[in-house]
């Protein structure tokens, strides 16, 4: 089944598009958005997240057109989704915080409750469980906020630049979640590195200026280095080849 379908997706701000007439399909596994600063991976992500309707076109999460606020609100339940900006409760635990969220998402109290504490735990975590979040580090705060996207396995896991803060080990360590993750759900993440998307992700996109410049896997994308360009690796050199081809009429 297509897990997320979007079709001639056209959104921005102010009335000025920053993604036109998109289309995508993806199925499972870990898809990376790849893209320089300002393709609009966050504007993406947000829309669908369903935090704002499309402003043209279709998005569909789950066979729910997301455009009503009804279907939207039965998507959201499926929807685990850590923004960029990630606000947070700082007097709140991470456990409480973490429960909190899953119960947003329309879980019991009970399963919520159990969901954050494995959700916690499969972000290294546990041993801070009942800390208050001001007291964390950026990266433990960025962790939590994973936690809670990936509390109670949901169908469909968007992560906005997740590894965003993480020190070395945690960003291994968060590799392998989402590989892990991958198996079952279908997991997007919004991300400046290519390490990221050599590491964990099944699927890439390239966004440059709110359209697809390359859809496919990992090793495609390093295929299409072209001799010249630059780059440490392969897939960083694909990367910078795909971003400076021009754009077909
Ligand atoms: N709330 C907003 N109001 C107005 N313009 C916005 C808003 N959010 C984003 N933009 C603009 O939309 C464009 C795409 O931004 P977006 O954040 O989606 O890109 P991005 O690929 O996620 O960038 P980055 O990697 O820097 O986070 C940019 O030109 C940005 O300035």
């Not at 066979?63 to 279907?71: F, L, M, P, Y």
Request: hydrophobic share 45%; proline share 5%.
């Amino acid at each position: 089944m297509t897990r997320i379908k979007v079709r001639g997706l056209c959104q921005g701000y102010s009335g000025k598009h920053v993604i036109s007439d998109l289309k995508l399909d993806i199925d499972r596994g870990v898809v990376a958005m790849l893209g320089p600063n300002g393709a609009g991976k966050s504007t993406l992500l947000r829309t669908l997240a369903t935090v704002v309707p499309p402003s043209a076109g279709v998005v569909e999460i789950l066979g729910h057109d997301v455009s009503t606020a009804r279907s939207a609100r039965a998507a959201r339940a499926e929807i685990g989704y850590l923004p960029q900006d990630f606000g947070f409760l700082p007097s709140f635990t991470v456990h409480e915080f973490v429960q909190y969220c899953a119960w947003l998402r329309g879980m019991s109290g009970k399963n919520a409750s159990e969901a954050a504490s494995l959700a916690i735990t499969a972000v290294g975590l546990s041993d801070v469980a009942g800390l208050r979040l001001r007291k964390l580090s950026g990266g433990m705060l960025r962790r939590c906020g994973i936690a809670q996207a990936v509390a109670g396995f949901p169908e469909v896991v968007l992560l906005d630049e997740p590894t965003a803060g993480l020190d070395p080990v945690q960003r291994v360590e968060f590799r392998a979640l989402l590989r892990r993750l991958g198996q079952s759900a279908v997991v997007v993440i919004s991300t400046h590195l290519v390490e990221d998307v050599a590491a964990a992700c099944n699927q890439v996109h390239v966004l440059k200026s709110g359209h697809i410049r390359f859809s496919g896997s990992p090793e495609a994308l390093a295929a299409a280095a072209a001799p010249s360009a630059a780059g440490d690796t392969p897939l960083e050199r694909g990367y910078v080849t795909v971003l400076e081809e021009p754009v077909a009429a």
